[in-house]
């Protein structure tokens, strides 16, 4: 019966697909291996044996197999240990193992699982996973910001408008809002051509971020109109910066000839009432900004126009 058991062992031992050895469990020399460790990692078997269990170890994992043979000596088992091993062309093979500590004939018996494939495919669908979720935010910044001038875009203001609006309401803190329409644009175009407009909104663009706040919301609406949102920001401050927005455009030293803005203005006061509007709020903010813009073109331009001054 003992022949017959160790006949069979030996044949399951060898002909395995799984790659079957035995080591010594005080310092981890390899005693005896299958014919499957020369299939995966291309060593002569008689190379093999007796080798030192970290010479074809991946450096980087050699303090974790270390832990894990430290395990083994105090006599727990491992089911599922990973590590690297190089083969004979010098590629790493990743190795999954399951190995069993025997004190009393102070061995290991251990059997290992090639699974590089399995760990390329991850890393494939991982990184398929990254390049998609890049994709998708690149299409979601192309959806949302004006090619031009790299602003927000009139979609993506009038999505994030009334979540400022909601903000504001929660806080009861004032919301001002900005139409910025760009003085006599058109004749512009017309006189000096198309890419030297475009060249005057990308640098009009640069000016509103370099004097608005950073959290201040600011999209091109169309055309040559821009729109600003200032949280926290009541009718004076609003005033106060669509003036300096004015001032710091004159400043600017323009290719072709001066370059003057717009402005109309409304205030949302939440710590008092808000304003009723036949639309929602933000639309209805939006359309009283713009008859205050309106006011502002129709009195000779190159001023600021806020929407209480339409009631006088």
């Known amino acids: 019966?003992?022949?017959?058991?160790?006949?069979?062992?030996?044949?399951?031992?060898?002909?395995?697909?799984?790659?079957?050895?035995?080591?010594?469990?005080?310092?981890?020399?390899?005693?005896?291996?299958?014919?499957?460790?020369?299939?995966?990692?291309?060593?002569?078997?008689?190379?093999?044996?007796?080798?030192?269990?970290?010479?074809?170890?991946?450096?980087?994992?050699?303090?974790?197999?270390?832990k894990e043979i430290e395990k083994l000596k105090q006599g727990v088992s491992t089911l599922s240990f990973q590590n690297r091993y190089?083969?004979?062309?010098?590629?790493?093979?990743?190795?999954?193992?399951?190995?069993?500590?025997?004190?009393?004939?102070?061995?290991?018996?251990?059997?290992?699982?090639?699974?590089?494939e399995l760990v390329n495919s991850n890393r494939k669908i991982i990184q398929l996973a990254a390049d998609l979720e890049e994709a998708n935010n690149k299409l979601s910044e192309q959806a949302s910001t004006d090619p031009l001038t790299k602003l927000k875009n009139r979609r993506a203001f009038n999505e994030e408008i009334n979540r400022l609006i909601r903000l504001g309401q929660r806080q009861e803190k004032s919301i001002s809002l900005m139409m910025i329409d760009v003085d006599h644009f058109k004749d512009y175009n017309d006189k000096f051509g198309h890419p030297a407009g475009d060249r005057v909104l990308i640098r009009l663009s640069e000016v509103f971020m370099e004097t608005l706040r950073t959290c201040d919301l600011i999209?091109?609406?169309?055309?040559?109109e821009f729109v600003v949102a200032l949280s926290d920001t009541n009718e004076e401050k609003a005033v106060e910066v669509a003036e300096r927005l004015m001032t710091n455009v004159k400043k600017q030293s323009w290719e072709n000839s001066p370059i003057t803005i717009s402005i109309g203005i409304t205030t949302l006061n939440f710590n008092n009432s808000a304003p009723i509007y036949h639309t929602d709020l933000s639309t209805g903010i939006i359309e009283e900004a713009d008859r205050a813009l309106y006011r502002s073109k129709a009195n000779g331009r190159n001023q600021t126009t806020h929407s209480s001054q339409l009631k006088t």
């Not at 030996?10 to 005080?26: A, G, P, Q, V």
């Not at 999209?219 to 040559?224: K, L």
Request: with cysteine; aromatic share 16%; proline share 3%.
């Open 86 to 116: 190089r083969g004979l062309d010098g590629a790493y093979k990743h190795f999954s193992w399951t190995v069993f500590p025997d004190h009393d004939a102070g061995l290991l018996y251990a059997i290992a699982r090639d699974i590089t």
């Open 219 to 224: 999209a091109r609406f169309g055309g040559e």
């Open 1 to 66: 019966m003992d022949e017959e058991y160790k006949y069979n062992f030996e044949k399951f031992f060898n002909h395995s697909l799984d790659m079957f050895c035995i080591s010594t469990l005080k310092d981890g020399y390899v005693l005896k291996l299958n014919s499957s460790f020369q299939r995966v990692l291309g060593w002569e078997t008689k190379e093999l044996l007796g080798l030192a269990p970290f010479n074809l170890l991946h450096p980087e994992d050699v303090e974790l197999t270390l």
